[in-house]
């Protein structure tokens, strides 16, 4: 038996991926190696990956730098508790971080990826008001549309209806949920955009700890965007209700909507952010949450003390050392040019899906670029065509999407939305 044939067969026997079915499993592809923008399947065929590994391979594969920070690491220790010890790696991360997000986030939470990241900034709301005397704020208000991640409490500030989550209701806590606004991204926002926030706001603000929002971005249930002056009007309506703002910039962090953050559209800073994903250039597994020493002050000065939560590999030197490096290579790097070069290719590329049947909407921001069909994507039909075409796109529900390595080629992009525009004409109306 072929070595793919092999693998495949053992996949298909012992390993459950993710949003897949074990009855009736969709078809999958053995990686052999990557580099660049590249997938190389174990039979030969090369791959452009259109999706950077679920939007976390910034700089590609196999880039020296990482690779590099990752051995040398290695080379002294691959993991200590953080748990009364301290490393350089950790250390040097968390003052990296602080520097480059904005100014009042001091203090770093490390943990293991963007779910639990979402979980912490959560957790960290309500021990805030629990510490400032408060007990009683402890649910969240947030938007329709939205995707915070898969664990339980993230998963209820997640979209109840449009989201993927609707089975597990009832087993969650019951947040507040707001219409999300009408206004676009570049466009202002209006009264009729915030009324229906504002309402919630003023009926639930005595039990809120906080607002939660994907800052411009609304990535894995909606995938809109959404205008930044939006965005500036909820952190004014949050202070002036008091409550905290906790933006959650796992897919937008570091770079993808053309700002390094993308709550630097608005101008705003929050009470508390969350980062992953590109952390770590798609290496290894890392997230973040950062505070503002007032959240911190208010942790610390209630019961019990101290926050409450510790995952294990929470710091891992490996994955900091790796997260390190990769921030310092995009820093480094001509990572504005990159992204601004891919929006105007995306919007070029694009373009033709518009007169398409089956299209609702085609919308482009930094290195994103989405065409949203009519009715939900048929996968199954649309996956071996874009394989045909050299191309790595995974649609879901109505979307297809792209958001590649930011290192991505004119050709490479070219080959990516050459791809979008033949297979969405295929099958988007079927």
Not at 67 to 74: G, I, K, M, P
Not at 255 to 263: I, K, Q, V
């Amino acid at each position: 038996m072929a070595r793919d044939a092999e693998l495949l067969a053992d996949d298909r026997a012992h390993l459950w991926h993710p949003y897949a079915s074990l009855t009736d499993p969709p078809d999958v592809y053995a990686v052999e190696s990557a580099s660049g923008v590249r997938l190389r399947l174990f039979d030969g065929r090369e791959l452009v990956d259109g999706v950077g590994s679920w939007w976390s391979a910034v700089h590609g594969y196999r880039v020296p730098e990482l690779d590099r920070a990752l051995a040398e690491q290695a080379g002294r220790m691959s993991h200590v508790m953080l748990g009364g010890l301290t490393h350089a790696p950790a250390v040097n991360l968390a003052t990296r971080l602080v520097a480059i997000t904005p100014e009042p986030l001091r203090r770093v939470f490390f943990s293991d990826s963007g779910s639990v990241a979402v979980e912490v900034a959560l957790k960290m709301a309500i021990q805030y008001w629990n510490g400032r005397g408060r007990p009683q704020k402890k649910r969240f208000l947030t938007i329709r549309g939205g995707y915070h991640g898969d664990t339980f409490l993230a998963m209820s500030v997640c979209d109840p209806v449009e989201g993927m989550h609707g089975l597990f209701r009832g087993a969650m806590p019951e947040q507040v949920f707001a219409d999300a606004p009408v206004a676009r991204f570049g466009e202002p926002c209006t009264e009729e955009d915030l009324r229906d926030l504002e309402a919630k706001l003023a009926a639930h603000r005595d039990e809120l700890a906080a607002i939660v929002l994907e800052p411009v971005f609304q990535g894995a249930s909606a995938m809109r965007f959404y205008s930044a002056d939006f965005l500036r009007r909820v952190r004014e309506l949050a202070d002036r209700n008091g409550v905290l703002l906790v933006v959650d910039e796992i897919a937008t962090g570091f770079g993808r909507t053309g700002r390094l953050f993308a709550c630097e559209h608005a101008g705003v800073a929050p009470d508390v952010m969350c980062v992953g994903k590109a952390l770590t250039g798609g290496v290894t597994s890392l997230a973040a949450t950062l505070a503002t020493d007032e959240v911190a002050r208010g942790i610390s000065a209630g019961e019990p003390g101290v926050f409450m939560h510790g995952p294990t590999f929470m710091g891992n030197p490996l994955a900091c050392a790796v997260a390190l490096a990769s921030v310092e290579l995009l820093l480094s790097s001509p990572w504005q040019e990159r992204v601004g070069r891919i929006e105007r290719e995306l919007r070029a590329g694009l373009e033709p899906c518009r007169g398409l049947s089956g299209v609702r909407d085609v919308r482009v921001l930094g290195a994103i670029g989405v065409v949203e069909l009519e009715r939900r994507a048929n996968v199954r039909a649309m996956q071996p065509a874009f394989i045909e075409r050299g191309v790595w796109l995974r649609p879901f529900d109505r979307f297809v999407y792209t958001m590649p390595p930011y290192v991505v080629t004119t050709e490479e992009l070219a080959q990516i939305t050459t791809a979008m525009v033949d297979v969405v004409g295929r099958f988007g109306a079927a």
